[in-house]
């Protein structure tokens, strides 16, 4: 599984799939407070905090 955090169309159907909404303006936050560095980002990073969130 690979997940870009920056193309909703790797991780939006892992979203649909166990029926969580997709909230851009969220997704969108936490992008801008934990993946400043790219580099130090990995896939399931973004994915896991936005399902905790949710």
Sequence with gaps: M???????ETYLWI???IDVPYVPEEWNKLLAS?????EKVNGTTILGRYLSKM
């Design 2 to 8: 690979f997940v870009n955090n920056w193309d909703p």
């Design 15 to 17: 979203l649909q799939e």
């Design 34 to 38: 934990y993946a400043r560095d790219p």
